[in-house]
């Protein structure tokens, strides 16, 4: 409902101490609110494996946030509304054999043009090209790790 609330998020900060990060957030009934809430202090940034594999590090954030993904299974399973590419199967490659085989969706000659980068990033101005933003940005540290996946060349 339309309102003011507020958003806590509970973390760890970079020395391990908990620390809780809340973040007002205004709901009009117009439409969606994006907050970006928590994380680590200092400036801290999560650092990112060097060489990130499908199963270990991509695999596992493809999955329903229930099961702690970003949301993507949500939408993304076998009978869901973007069946078209199903994330949801329990071996993480058939999965990638099914984003491999999908045209346009993993670029490795442009990997920044690669659908499984683009569709899910934050578009300001209408039509927006995936029904939700799973990256605000360029710089978020999701997106950062799935490009460098597609640069190196999408390792099992």
């Known amino acids: ?3 003011t609330y507020t958003l806590n ?10 620390k809780v990060n809340a973040t007002t957030v205004i709901v009009d009934a117009g439409g969606a609110t994006i907050a970006l809430n928590g994380g680590l202090s200092g400036g801290m940034a999560a ?19 229930s099961k702690g993904g970003l949301g993507c299974g949500n939408c993304h399973t076998a009978n869901g509304p973007a069946a078209v590419l199903p994330y949801d199967n329990t071996d993480p490659a058939v999965v990638l054999a099914a984003i491999k085989a999908a ?5 490795t000659t442009t990997p920044a043009a ?23 940005d360029v710089n978020d ?16």
Do not use: C
């Open 1 to 3: 409902p339309a309102g």
């Open 9 to 18: 998020t509970a973390f760890t900060d970079g020395m391990g101490n908990p």
């Open 47 to 65: 650092t990112l494996p060097a060489d990130p594999s499908f199963a270990t590090d991509i695999y596992p954030r493809l999955q329903k946030a």
């Open 103 to 107: 045209a346009n969706v993993i670029n």
């Open 114 to 136: 690669s659908l499984f980068l683009t569709n899910p990033l934050y578009e300001v101005t209408p039509p927006q090209n995936h029904p939700n933003a799973t990256f605000l």
């Open 141 to 156: 540290q999701n997106y950062k790790l799935f490009l460098l996946w597609i640069t190196n060349g999408t390792k099992p």
